[in-house]
């Protein structure tokens, strides 16, 4: 068989991944909400990965992306994780994405209000700031409950942010961080309110513990024509005011390494503010699930015994450990490997495929009937029965109780 199961493998999970409505390519759905937190409707663009509409495997829950600025970067997340976690790779878990785009950014991503601060913030734009707090408890009392009600969630949750979004998520970080599991600030506004939150942040690193926590800070060159990442900490001028305070945040992170935090940054020489997003966004997928990949040779797919099974089920209650919920391997991916190592009549370890599909899901009507299909390979008649039966008590199907008549006939 060499690679040939592996790279069918590949084949069926991308063919699961990839479809799409007749001549539309869709990427997610428009949802809403009032909040009356906020005193206003509310729009979220929501990504679900595509689990096919008459799927006859079991449905799946996934862990959460929330995403602030979302209609800037809505498309380029929901393609990354694709990528990484469809078509073959495992890198990252398929996770729902909740894009939330601003209705008055100024209000919702600022921690603390400021009459003024010359150049960047004028009269006008300082008005409404400082509501950070109150978008903090919509989400958690409003948005992640309606999310949570209507969508197939698991209990991990990310939370992203970019710039004013960046400050945000490390307020939420500091001082709300039981909401979240892992976070990536990217290139944060920590300068704002005379580095309040900064402050604020370099004293919690220093006494709270953060176990079980993840946290990947990205950080652009925005510095003037000459400088470096060594010299612009001597610069008092405010053109560099925003990369040294996301310098000394990245200080704070890496001289408080008691306190559990699984921590993560990198300066990105050749991005701006405006480029940094994207290649923050990966390199944080990466570092958090750098545990995520399940790494199978070819022997794992051509000998054979029945380790295939147990690596996969080792594997998975790993993941689940580091998660913190129960993750099983997926019931398409296990029953069509199953499959083909049957017609290559390496029956136990097909056998011990089927069976791990049948432990995970005993809900599914499938999991039976695939059971049945091995014992009728192997000549078992009675035990194709007793399957056959079960698949049909959860669920009738025409094939089943086809399978089952012709086998009674014989």
């Known amino acids: 068989m060499k690679k040939t199961a592996f790279l069918l493998l590949c084949f069926v999970v991308s063919t ?15 949802d809403s909400l009032q909040s009356s937190i906020l005193g206003e409707q509310r729009k979220i663009w929501v990504y679900v990965p595509d689990q096919g509409s008459n799927s006859i495997f079991s449905p799946q829950r996934y862990p959460v992306v929330y995403l602030l600025d979302g209609d800037g970067h809505f498309s380029s997340v929901v393609g990354m994780i694709e990528q ?3 078509g073959g790779n495992n890198l990252c878990p398929k996770m729902i994405v909740v894009a939330i785009p601003n209705t008055d950014r100024m209000r919702d991503l600022t921690p603390t209000h400021i009459d003024v601060d010359p150049p960047y913030i ?29 969508y197939p969630t698991a209990p991990y949750k990310m939370f992203i942010g970019h710039s004013l979004g960046g400050l945000m998520v490390m307020q939420a970080f500091i001082h709300h961080n039981n909401l979240f599991n892992s976070y990536i600030s990217i290139d944060p506004s920590m300068w704002w309110d005379k580095q309040k939150l900064l402050k604020q942040t370099q004293k919690v690193l220093a006494e709270k513990k953060f176990a079980g926590k993840s946290l990947y800070l990205g950080i652009a060159n925005t510095m003037e024509e000459g400088m470096n990442i060594k010299t612009v900490h001597k610069d008092t001028t405010r053109d560099s005011e925003h990369i040294r305070s996301i310098l000394i945040l990245d200080a704070a ?18 991005d701006t503010h405006g480029s940094v997003p994207l290649i923050t966004e990966y390199d944080a997928l ?26 996969y089920k080792n594997h998975f209650a790993q993941l689940s450990q580091k998660m913190g919920y129960q993750i099983k391997p997926d019931e398409a991916e296990i029953n069509f490997l199953a499959y083909e190592i049957l017609k290559q009549k390496h029956y136990k370890k097909a056998e011990s495929l089927f069976k791990l599909n049948v432990d995970n899901y005993p809900e599914s009507f499938n999991v039976f009937d695939s059971y049945g299909d091995y014992f009728v390979a192997i000549g078992d008649k009675a035990n194709a029965l007793v399957q056959f039966e079960k698949a049909l008590a959860l669920k009738e199907t025409e094939s089943t109780r086809k399978k089952l008549e012709e086998l009674k006939s014989k």
């Open 16 to 30: 699961f991944a990839a479809t799409a409505q007749t001549n539309k390519i869709v990427i997610g759905s428009i």
């Open 253 to 270: 992170f890496q001289k408080n390494k008691q306190n559990g935090l699984k921590y993560g940054s990198k300066y990105y020489p050749n």
């Open 84 to 86: 990484l976690s469809t």
């Open 286 to 311: 990466r570092f958090f699930f750098d545990f995520f990949p399940l790494k199978l040779a070819s022997k794992d797919y051509t000998d054979s015994t029945s380790l295939l099974a147990a690596k």
């Open 122 to 150: 004028d009269s006008t734009s300082a008005k409404t700031t400082g509501g950070g707090e109150n978008f903090l408890a919509f989400l958690e009392k409003e948005l992640m409950p309606h999310v949570e009600a209507k």
